[in-house]
């Protein structure tokens, strides 16, 4: 077994980014020089130079990265830094899947080692950006493993699956989600800051009269002055860009925000009224036409903290979800926090138009106290909802149904129940029937005979021999029929990242034994009950283990 394994990083314009960076430095140091010594102010084109030398250093210490394991650990080095991570120190490697917004590199791989005190460090090299790439990937993370386990036993992982962490499972990272909710929520609070302020401008607004010509010149802010004035053209720009009336000879103001409605009533040449309060223009009247500012109060304000508080709930759904799940293992797939998005929704659709018409008091009448209790209530039992459908199922290895155990609180199959195979004539709710056929969504993950390319999306179960079927039916055309005297059953387990983004978070796996090839069928929990237990009764079906 070789003692070293290396990961170089080299691109083929290398050279080119140190001729850049040196030239970007000469510039500097000939500018500098020449500034000193004829005491002028430097050349404002000079900054040119330093930006590149930055620029082109920061681009080589990105290109520059290198990884070496040999007996005595890992060695990571760049351009301006380099670091020794000994074996001893290493607990585990695992892969960290992450998706890209390129569309084309939709996702990458990288290995990922775990300190002591579940620490945990990205390697900058291998990165694995296409599918094949994946081999070569896969080959330098079999060294490194190897490595690991011949010169730290004590550390090594002892099994040879390797975890795949991705934005699904339960070891991603929370960091992001808790920042993202900590700033709606200062946002929230913020916006609540300015309710007093702003309903008391509106109120001022409102009650504001017009000038007399006793009202002392210290007081005429509070009162409304009016001005006459002609419109010389209009500017109407895009919906949610800010259009403008123009006025002749740019008096009493040159131009005047409105909204894209106003712009389009008044025409040129229209002779208007402008109202004038605290020394802005508020109000454009003439022409049959009117425009008034928009003075946002209490109602405004506090549904717009209701909003951000509400759209808190998503990150913090996250953040739950992570914490219902902290007891699996890290690569495991955590269930979508989808319903919980569901239930803010549906709170949000009576929340809003009630902080809007009645921000300051929730209890104003009977019919306002009527409508927060009902909505306190729906949105009660929506998050209810969304606890129970968001559980984490746990599948029964017995019959391969999904239960909910321990403070999950909910069940599918019951453990030790036999599981409905199908019969002729019958209809489920997640099948459906032609003939005696169920078509149950199901999915092989390994290209085998029988799926060959991964075309299969169906398993079909009834009067003929179990197949897979590209279609949901009705009708056995294009199926390939299942070699059930070859697959045994082996376990039933819940989704891993390295089981790819195309399993839904709410299915669960078979890991069959094909002939000695180790083979994964995905299916609802449910569904997968339904087919594991048909193959299992079919005569001819090798007798099942470890389960």
Not at 279 to 288: D, L
Not at 494 to 510: T, Y
């Amino acid at each position: 077994m070789t003692e070293t394994w290396e990961v170089p990083c080299s691109a083929p314009w290398r050279r080119a980014l140190w001729l850049s960076a040196g030239l970007g430095t000469a510039v500097t140091v000939l500018e500098a020089a020449r500034a000193t010594h004829q005491g002028t102010p430097p050349n404002p084109w000079s900054g040119i130079g330093p930006l590149v030398a930055l620029i082109s250093f920061a681009m080589l210490h990105a290109v520059s990265h290198r990884v070496t394991a040999d007996a005595d650990g890992v060695h990571l080095r760049s351009l301006l830094r380099r670091r020794h991570i000994p074996w001893s120190d290493i607990s585990d490697l695992r892969v960290r899947r992450m998706h890209t917004d390129n569309w084309r590199v939709p996702e990458t791989h990288r290995i990922m080692v775990v300190l002591r005190g579940r620490r945990k460090r990205l390697l900058p090299l291998p990165v694995c950006r296409s599918a094949a790439e994946l081999p070569d990937f896969e080959a330098k993370l079999a060294a490194l493993r190897a490595l690991h386990r011949r010169h730290a036993p004590a550390s090594a992982p002892r099994t040879d699956r390797v975890p795949v962490i991705s934005a699904r499972t339960a070891g991603r990272s929370w960091a992001g989600s808790l920042a993202l909710c900590v700033l709606l929520l200062a946002g929230a609070g913020t916006a609540l800051a300015f309710v007093p302020a702003a309903e008391t401008n509106k109120r001022a607004w409102e009650a504001a009269a017009p000038c007399t010509a006793a009202t002392p010149t210290a007081e005429r802010g509070e009162c409304l002055t009016t001005l006459r004035a002609e419109i010389e053209r209009t500017d109407a720009n895009r919906p949610k860009q800010r259009s403008w009336l123009y006025f002749t000879e740019g008096r009493p103001l040159e131009r005047l925000g409105v909204s894209r409605e106003a712009a389009l009533d008044f025409e040129a040449g229209d002779r208007v009224e402008l109202t004038v309060w605290r020394r802005e223009v508020r109000e454009v009247s003439g022409a049959g036409h009117l425009w008034r500012e928009h003075f946002p109060g209490a109602g405004d304000v506090v549904m717009v903290a209701a909003a951000c508080l509400l759209a808190a709930g998503l990150p913090g759904a996250r953040i739950l979800m992570r914490l219902r799940g902290r007891r699996l293992p890290e690569d495991e797939v955590l269930p979508s926090a989808l319903p919980f998005a569901g239930a803010l929704a549906g709170t949000a659709g009576w929340l809003l138009p009630l902080c809007y018409l009645h921000p300051l008091d929730f209890l104003a009448s009977p019919a306002v106290t009527a409508w927060t209790a009902g909505g306190s209530v729906a949105s009660a039992g929506l998050f209810a909802w969304a606890w129970y459908a968001s559980r984490i199922r746990r599948p029964d290895t017995r019959t391969g149904a999904g239960t909910g155990t321990g403070a999950e609180s909910g069940t599918g199959t019951a453990p030790g129940t036999a599981a409905v195979t199908g019969t002729s004539g019958t209809t489920g709710a997640r099948g459906t029937t032609a003939r005696g056929d169920v078509f149950l969504a199901a999915r092989f993950l390994e290209h085998t005979d029988y799926n060959p390319n991964g075309f299969g999306s169906h398993v079909v179960l009834g009067d003929g021999p179990p197949a897979v079927a590209p279609h949901r039916g009705p009708g056995r055309f294009a199926v390939k029929p299942l070699p059930v005297e070859r697959l045994t059953v082996r376990t039933v387990r819940r989704p891993r990242g390295g089981d790819g983004e195309a399993v839904p978070r709410k299915w669960h796996i078979a890991e069959l034994d094909d002939a000695g090839t180790p083979v994964r069928l995905a299916a609802a929990p449910a569904d997968l009950a339904r087919i594991v237990a048909e193959l299992r009764r079919r005569p001819g079906a090798p007798a099942e283990s470890g389960v």
